[in-house]
Structure formats: C-alpha cells, structure tokens
C-alpha cells in the first residue's frame, strides 16, 4: 500500500471545490461573473445560461421535495411531539405586519414621488382582498398534479398533509419506510443540485449585469434607497428584535448567518420557491428538527413576505405622495394590514409582489391605470428590489422556524 504521505496531492481547484465552504464559493462566483460582464460581454451573455439552468433545476427538485418531506414528517410524526409550527406562524404574521409599519414610517420620513406615464403592462392585479383570498383557497384545493406542475406550494402541502396523515396509519416497516428512502434519494438530487450554486450565481450575476446594467435605475435611487433601506432595517434591527424577544439570546450570529447562506443565493434566484431547497438544506446544517421546518420552510415561502409587505407599501404610499394625497395615520395604518394580508398571496416567483400595488392603490382612489404605471416602475427597478425583497423573505423563513425551535428547546429544558 502506498503511505498516505506519498499519495499525489489532489489539484488546487479540486481541494478547493471540496475543502471550502459553499458560500466562500459563491463569493467567488459572483467577482467572476462581475468581471466576465466587465471584461467580455459576449461570454457574460452566454454564461447567463448556467443561471437559467441553476434556478430551473431548483424549481424543478422544489416541489416535489416538499411533497416527499412534508408526507415523511407527518406519516413519521409521533403522537404527542411538538412541532412547533404554532409559534412558527405567528412570528412569520407579525414579522410580516411589523416589515409593513416600517415602510409605511420610512415613507413618511423619507417620501419618495414618481415619474408617471403611459405604461402598458400586460397582467392582471386581483381586484382585492376578497380575490386574493379566495386565490389562496383555490390553490389549496388543486389537482395535486397540476400544483406540481405549477409550483403551487399551498396545494402541494395541503396534498402533502393529508398524504401524510393517511400514511400514519400504514405498517411501520412498509409504507412509511419507502417514503423515509425516498425522502433520502430526493435530498440527495437536492445537494447535488446546490454544490452547483456557485456556476449559477456567476451566470446569473454576468448576465444580468451586460442585459439589464444599472443605468436605468438611478432615476429611481431614492425610491431605492428607501426601499432597500425598509429592508435592511428589517433584517438588521426588527428581525433581532423578535427573535431576541423569542430565545432571550443574541440573535446577530443566527440573523447573519441566515443573511450569508439564504439571503445570497435568494438574492441572485429572486425566487422564493427556488430557495426552498437551499432553506431545506440550511435547515439541516443547523440541526433543527425535520419534522418542523419540512413543514415550515415551504409554508413560509408562501405566507412569510416581510419583503413583499415594503415593496407594496412603499410603492403604494410613493405613488399618494406624486399625487398629493395626504393619507391620514388610520389610513395608513391600515395599508400596513392591508398589505401584510396582501403580501401573503404573492406568488414566490420574482415580480410576484408587484402585482398587488393596485390593490393597495385603490384604498386611496388611484385609477387601475395609474397603479399599473406603477407597477411598471417596479419592474424597472426590479433589479434590485425583486433581489433584496426574496433575501428578505427566504432567509427570514430560516431564521423564524431557527428560533422558535431554538427556544422550544431551552423551554423543555
């Protein structure tokens, strides 16, 4: 046998792809896509291919490991365990009502006004609470096949519940058994498809930065600025606090670890729904309960929209101020519930917030053709703001169901 000292020594990128953390990676990936873009637009442009591969194969995996997960936690579940989805919940709704006072006080405090102008966007806004609503009941009651198809996580869970419910009552070496090995295999395409983060973002970034450039935005930095700054607020300083107030500990080094390894490739996908894995995965790492964040992570990709709650507000309260409207402290008020109700049906996909500021605009009487000028701007400015919004949103999903299920523990202990 040849001594372990004389055995030839691995090549420096391969040592480096096994021996470095994923998120140094992608670091990487990124100042090589910014300079690609820089140095060689052509093959930035070419390069936005690895991207678009990298964040449909997330989307691909997602659904059905929410499928499998959620009926292996539940078929697994042993009566009398905690889940802690309860206070789970109520952290995901508070974060997301507290995210919607934030906007409304830095618009206020700072308000931003709009260049208005004949704009065609061609979507359709929900008429109001009552539709979105009633959207949400629909996607839970889907054809589980056409939920996969579409990546409507609500019907995927509710399939997945009721899926795992019945198979608790299945022989413990059988049924359930095949759904714990096949929970396993759909994990390990999961990881596999994650190690390649790194080649995704740095196609996402070259790409996005040749096609889209950031001249177009800086009619719009303070708007920007005001909305992004809503978010770091959120992420920074709100954020900790309820978590603080949740686990009695210091919170920064989870909310930056979330930040790190959610916030970044959620910032490049711009999809919540294409996070999931990597949230999954996160989740894993920091030895959390499965039973908990199988279930949590994709509900929270769905109703946990901290992020979403700003852009609407912002939006909305933005496009009041360009026509001088002088909305009162209830309204306003309001518009926060409103758009943290609101924001819980946006869809996980980028841009998905977006088309529900006409339904904030029309508590202040401004014209569905207007609001959807308005909604055009978003689009324009969506290089940012789609990009921080889903950080916002993904990694706050990690942390919540992280710290409920941390202080669950110190309470049982």
């Known amino acids: 046998m040849t001594p372990a000292n004389d055995r030839p020594a691995s090549p420096r990128w391969l040592a480096f792809l096994f021996n470095t953390s994923l998120v140094a990676q992608i670091v990487v990936g990124l100042v090589i896509g910014v300079l690609l873009a820089w140095a060689w637009p052509d093959a930035a442009r070419a390069s936005g291919l690895l991207g678009n591969v990298f964040v449909s194969a997330l989307k691909a995996v997602a659904p059905v ?12 579940h042993k009566r009398g365990q905690s889940t802690h989805i309860r206070p789970i919940l109520v952290l995901y709704l508070v974060g997301t009502l507290l995210a919607a006072l934030v906007a409304v006080v830095a618009s206020f405090a700072f ?34 096949v056409h939920a996969l198809l579409e990546g409507n996580f609500i019907g995927i869970l509710a399939w997945a519940v009721g899926l795992g419910i019945a198979l608790r009552s299945a022989g413990e070496k059988t049924t359930r058994r095949v759904v714990d090995d096949l929970a396993g295999a759909v994990t390990f395409i999961v990881r596999l498809v994650i190690r390649f983060a790194p080649l995704g973002i740095l196609g996402l970034v070259a790409a996005t930065l040749v096609e889209s450039g950031f001249g177009a935005l800086l009619d ?38 979330c930040l790190r390894e959610s916030g970044i490739t959620a910032f490049f996908t711009r999809s919540s729904a294409a996070n999931i894995p990597v949230n999954l995965d996160l989740c894993r790492r920091l030895d959390l309960p499965e039973d908990t964040y199988s279930v949590s992570i994709p509900l929270g990709a769905t109703i946990n929209m901290a992020g979403a709650a700003i852009t609407i507000t912002v939006l909305t309260l933005a496009a009041v101020h360009t026509l001088g409207i002088e909305p009162d402290l209830p309204t306003a008020l309001l518009l926060s519930v409103v758009a943290a109700v609101a924001a819980c049906g946006a869809s996980g996909v980028a841009g998905g917030s977006l088309l529900l500021v006409p339904l904030a605009c029309g508590m202040f009487g401004i014209s569905n053709d207007v609001a959807m000028q308005v909604v055009a701007i978003g689009f324009i400015i969506g290089v940012v703001q789609d990009s921080a919004e889903t950080a916002l949103n993904s990694s706050t999903d990690v942390l919540f169901t992280a710290a409920a299920s941390r202080a669950a523990t110190r309470g049982d202990g």
């Open 220 to 257: 719009y930095v303070r708007l920007l600025a005001v909305l992004v700054g809503s978010m770091l607020f959120v992420a920074l300083v709100a954020n900790p606090l309820l978590v603080f107030f949740v686990t009695r500990r210091n919170p920064y080094p989870l909310v930056l670890t």
């Open 111 to 144: 308000p931003s006004t709009l260049q208005l102008a004949a704009a065609d966007v061609a979507v359709a806004p929900p008429a109001g609470i009552v539709e979105v609503l009633r959207d949400l009941l629909m996607k839970i009651v889907d054809n589980p």
């Open 65 to 76: 490991l929410v499928l499998v997960l959620v009926t292996a936690a539940i078929a697994n």
